[in-house]
Each structure stands twice: as structure tokens, then as C-alpha cells.
């Protein structure tokens, strides 16, 4: 009901860690597809990992494996868990809240969006 904030961005070397977070205060959210998304410069916008009411998730193939979705519903925050770091993660990274439907969360629209984060991996 009201914009996602995001936090946890930075700057890290190829190799590291971020853990990013999304508050997302508001009736209803746990009831409806969650998600992160990310775009770089130059490209279109790419899913990232969605996470379904009872915890199911869906990745981008070019993360699975190395980031982790997961939430927390008594605290209204969305996660998002980056290992392995690479420079082609770089990007500015989104939370998207209140799905339209509660399933295949990397393709549905969504009602409400943060301002973003910004991920920068060096090499």
C-alpha cells in the first residue's frame, strides 16, 4: 500500500557479499508475489528472484545459485542475499511488491516499486 524502500547497497569486489532489504509496510503483501529486479545501463530490466506467499522461489538463471530471496512477513521485509559477486551483477537493484497474482513471480506485474539500491561489483 505504500513504496518499498530499499537498502543494503554498494560497492564490493568481485567475490563478495551484499545482503539487500525491502521494507514494504502495508496490508495484503504476504499474500501476493514479491521480488527483486535490477537494471543496468544500456540494458532492459532483468528478474532477479521472486518469492510466492508460501515461500516459493524463482531465480534468473544468471543468479541461481549464488543469490538467496527470502522474507520475513512479521517484519515487512523482503531480503535478497548476494554471494559470488561478479561485475555483470552490477546494476541498480529493485523491490517489487503486491503482485497481480501469487505465482510465476518473475512475470507478473506489480502494484508498488522502490526507488532502487545501486550494486557495484569491481574486478
Known amino acids: 500500500q505504500v513504496q518499498p524502500v530499499e537498502s543494503g547497497g554498494g560497492s564490493v569486489q568481485a567475490g563478495g557479499s551484499l545482503r539487500l532489504s525491502c521494507v514494504a509496510s502495508?496490508?495484503?503483501?504476504?499474500?501476493?508475489?514479491m521480488g527483486w529486479f535490477r537494471q543496468a545501463p544500456g540494458k532492459e530490466r532483468e528478474g532477479v528472484a521472486g518469492?510466492?506467499?508460501?515461500?516459493?522461489?524463482t531465480y534468473g538463471g544468471s543468479v541461481k545459485g549464488r543469490f538467496t530471496i527470502f522474507k520475513d512477513d512479521a517484519k515487512n521485509t523482503l531480503y535478497l542475499q548476494m554471494n559470488s559477486l561478479k561485475p555483470e551483477d552490477t546494476a541498480m537493484y529493485y523491490c517489487?511488491?503486491?503482485?497481480?497474482?501469487?505465482?510465476?513471480?518473475?512475470?507478473?506485474?506489480?502494484?508498488?516499486w522502490g526507488q532502487g539500491t545501486q550494486v557495484t561489483v569491481s574486478s
Open positions: 517489487a511488491a503486491l503482485g497481480y497474482k501469487d505465482y510465476n513471480c518473475l512475470e507478473v506485474e506489480y502494484a508498488d
Open positions: 502495508g496490508h495484503g503483501y504476504s499474500s501476493f508475489c
Open positions: 518469492i510466492e506467499s508460501d515461500g516459493t522461489t
